[in-house]
């Protein structure tokens, strides 16, 4: 089975950056996804880590270290629109994704 | 391109009735999934179909059903519905094969009295 931790809630400034950390434990790793889930809404990808390192796209850019099973979601220069749940999630051997519970991430200007 | 449809779009219903929730996907995707997602719980994997005519059991499976037809259709049925299933149901799709990102559908909120 897996474990997923991260934070509850977040707030950030307009223009800030935030990191959202991500821990993990797990009986087989196989990927790590990230997606962001505005209020009443489906979520929707964001990034996919497989190997260590980090990954960017754009604002935003996910790093994962398996040996720590650890991973963080990075989003630069904040725009009012980040304001949303992000959702990380483990993919394991049988490529089956177990979320976290979420971090709700309040962008104030 | 549609992507993902869910349908209803919310629902109430009296515990102890039958209510068949619907997924289609017109991406010809070999993989679909039903989630529920709780306040504080996250997203938990109900049932699973990693292609037409197979189906397997996710982490909560216990009073519910899925059938897996054809590649395009995904339902979710509750054969006798009980207020614990209160919540929002997505479902979701993807190709079953690397990177095998799973995109979702707008979700049912259902609402069981």
């Known amino acids: 089975g897996q474990n997923i931790d991260q934070p509850t809630e977040m707030t950030a400034t307009e223009g800030a950056i935030v990191q959202i950390n991500c821990t993990y434990q797990t009986s087989g790793f196989n990927g790590l996804f990230w997606y962001q889930q505005h209020a009443g809404e489906a979520p929707t990808f964001l990034s996919y880590n497989v190997l260590d390192g980090l990954e960017e796209k754009g604002r935003f850019s996910s790093f994962l270290s398996r040996s720590k099973g650890y991973s963080y979601l990075l989003l630069k220069e904040l725009q009012m629109k980040d304001s949303a749940s992000y959702l990380c999630a483990v993919r394991d051997s049988d490529y089956k994704l177990s979320f976290g519970a979420g971090t709700t991430v309040t962008v104030r200007a | 391109i549609a992507g993902i449809t869910q349908a209803p779009t919310s629902q109430i219903l009296a515990a102890g009735r039958r209510m068949t929730l619907r997924c289609t996907q017109d991406m010809r995707h070999n993989a679909m999934y039903w989630y529920r997602q709780d306040l504080g719980l996250g997203l938990r994997l109900i049932h699973y179909?990693?292609?037409?005519?197979?189906?397997g059991k996710g982490e909560v499976p216990d009073g519910y059903s899925v059938s897996r037809a054809n590649t395009d259709d995904f339902p979710l049925t509750l054969a006798s519905a009980v207020p614990s299933q209160t919540s929002v149901y997505f479902c979701?799709?993807?190709?079953?094969?690397?990177?095998?990102?799973?995109?979702f559908g707008p979700g049912t909120r259902l609402t069981v009295l």
């Open positions: 179909s990693n292609t037409a005519g197979t189906t």
């Open positions: 979701a799709s993807s190709e079953g094969r690397d990177p095998d990102t799973q995109y």
